[in-house]
């Protein structure tokens, strides 16, 4: 099963995953910047959004981003961690396979 220690931005749970992030708010576009490790060697998914980092707008445009990207409703989404951080963790509930695969297709179809 993927997680994070094998180049994944995420981690396999009962209940779904939780995407570790990175995010660039006031950016040109919603998008992918691709995967990197971060300073205590786990991968993260880098998205940059428009909007910026006040009153919580970022991190709405990067839950509604991903609910679009992923073809999940906003509510199977919640931040879990980092709202006034760049560093950010997102758990997303479903099937856990099904997210895995939805993650792994939308990531490396953005940047590899």
Same mark, same amino acid.
């Given at each position: ?16 995953? !939780? #995407?570790? *992030? &990175? @995010? ?10 691709? #995967? ?5 060697? +786990?991968?993260?998914? !880098? ?14 445009? *990067? =839950? ?7 073809? *999940? ?5 919640? @931040?879990?961690?980092? $709202?006034?951080? &760049? !560093?950010? &963790?997102?758990?997303? +509930?479903?099937?856990?396979?099904? #997210? $895995?695969? !939805?993650?792994? $297709?939308? =990531?490396?179809? +953005?940047?590899?």
């Amino acid at each position: 099963m993927p997680s994070a220690s094998s180049e994944r931005p995420y981690a396999i749970g009962p209940d779904g995953v !939780r #995407l570790e *992030l &990175r @995010l660039t708010p006031k950016a040109r576009a919603d998008r992918i910047d691709g #995967l990197a490790l971060d300073a205590d060697g +786990q991968w993260v998914l !880098r998205l940059a959004v428009t909007a910026p980092p006040e009153d919580g707008k970022a991190n709405r445009a *990067l =839950i509604a981003f991903l609910a679009k990207s992923l073809k *999940l409703p906003q509510s199977a989404l919640a @931040l879990v961690q980092g $709202a006034g951080h &760049r !560093r950010k &963790r997102v758990a997303i +509930q479903g099937s856990p396979n099904e #997210l $895995a695969a !939805r993650l792994d $297709a939308w =990531i490396g179809g +953005q940047h590899g």
